[in-house]
């Protein structure tokens, strides 16, 4: 499995811890940026992460700013992205089971580094359900960008 992850200053810390934790998990990383603190623009790392999703190189994105919606919105713009910003665990496998959410966003400021962990694991761990009232609406999601 590879993991594309991109963040903006805000989220550079949260994203190195993420990156050790999924390389001790032998998880690959496609790390597109920021490489650093200084300032950047979150919507600058939302496309190439979703880039890499959408063309198969990762199986999963992961985004980061300072509370996650910036960058959030960003990726949900990407059409064939569905992009959700995560504070739960719950919330992180339902993203995955019902929504069949490609990339999840985290807000560096919000949550701390054990729970994103936590949140990081259970997105990449659950599957989306075969059931077909969730095929549906996924299907219902993705014709609203048609509008
Ligand atoms: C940057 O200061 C901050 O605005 C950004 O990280 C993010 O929180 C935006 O939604």
């Known amino acids: 499995m590879t ?34 603190t200084q300032s950047s623009d979150y919507p600058d790392y939302a496309p190439p992460v979703c880039d890499a999703v959408l063309s198969g190189e990762a199986n999963l994105g992961i985004l980061i700013c300072g509370t996650g919606i910036g960058i959030s919105i960003s990726a949900n713009k990407i059409h064939g992205i569905r992009c959700a910003l995560l504070g739960d665990v719950f919330s992180a496998k ?7 959410a ?20 259970a997105f990449i761990k659950t599957e ?3 059931e077909i009232r969730h ?11 048609k509008r």
């Open 128 to 130: 989306f359900s075969d």
């Open 102 to 121: 490609n990339v999840m966003a985290l807000g560096a400021r919000v949550t701390g580094v054990g729970l994103a962990l936590e949140i990081v694991d």
């Open 3 to 36: 993991i594309a992850i991109g963040s903006d200053h805000g989220g550079f810390e949260l994203k190195k811890a993420i990156i050790e934790h999924l390389n001790k998990l032998q998880i690959k990383t496609l790390d597109i940026g920021a490489y650093d």
């Open 94 to 100: 339902m993203s995955r089971e019902h929504n069949n």
């Open 135 to 145: 095929v549906k609406r996924v299907e219902k999601i993705m014709s609203l960008e």
